[in-house]
Structure formats: structure tokens, C-alpha cells
């Protein structure tokens, strides 16, 4: 079994900062892809970006130049760096990861961390 544990939300004003940080716990995994998504009240959830243990990367066209997603696969960890914050991209940000277990690959997601852009 896999846990993602979430960090680094919390309450940010317009053109501002945060990094969030996702570790990936548990015995005899192997990560293939790690991702960022959102959701809104209201809304679906949404891919934000992702990471491919290979370093490619891939993003919302919403994010695009202002977010960063970045990986430390020694730590089974995953980060995004999120610049220039707008009102609405205020949400729930999960963590998301695939890994290979023994012959199989699974799914995981984290319990969410609230991010909320409000001047």
C-alpha cells in the first residue's frame, strides 16, 4: 500500500506564492508518474500538471509559465512551485500517483491540501 501525504496549502494573496509538497510512502513501489490536480466547490476535478519519473512534464493551459511541478524520485517526492496565484485558482489541490506494485500498476491519490488566493 502507498499513502501520499500532502503539504504546504494555506491562504496566499493575489500575484503571490505557495509550494506544495507530496511524499509517497510505503514498501516495494515503484513510481511511474506523479501529478498535481484541483477542484474547485462545485467543479470537477481537474488535471493541473504532471511528472513522469522520466522528468517530462505536462500542464493545464491555465498554468502554464506560472506553476512548476518537479520531482526527487530518492524521496518519492513531488512539488509544485505555484507563482503569480490568481482568485481562481483557488481549490483543493490533490496529489495523484501511479506506481508499480509486484506486476501491477496502481492508482493513489492524497487526502487534498485547501489553497485559497484571496486578497
Known amino acids: 500500500q502507498v499513502q501520499l501525504v500532502e503539504s504546504g496549502g494555506g491562504l496566499v494573496q493575489p500575484g503571490g506564492s505557495l509550494r506544495l509538497s507530496c511524499a509517497a510512502s510505503?514498501?516495494?513501489?515503484?513510481?511511474?508518474?506523479m501529478a498535481w490536480y484541483h477542484q474547485a466547490p462545485g467543479k470537477q476535478r481537474d488535471l493541473v500538471a504532471t511528472?513522469?519519473?522520466?522528468?517530462?512534464?505536462n500542464y493545464a493551459d491555465s498554468v502554464k509559465g506560472r506553476f512548476t511541478i518537479s520531482m526527487d524520485s530518492a524521496k518519492n517526492s513531488v512539488y509544485l512551485q505555484m507563482n503569480s496565484l490568481k482568485p481562481e485558482d483557488t481549490a483543493v489541490y490533490y496529489c495523484?500517483?501511479?506506481?508499480?506494485?509486484?506486476?501491477?500498476?496502481?492508482?493513489?491519490w492524497g487526502q487534498g491540501t485547501q489553497v485559497t488566493v484571496s486578497s
Open positions: 495523484y500517483a501511479t506506481a508499480g506494485v509486484g506486476s501491477f500498476t496502481y492508482q493513489y
Open positions: 510505503g514498501s516495494g513501489f515503484s513510481i511511474k508518474t
Open positions: 511528472i513522469t519519473s522520466g522528468g517530462r512534464t
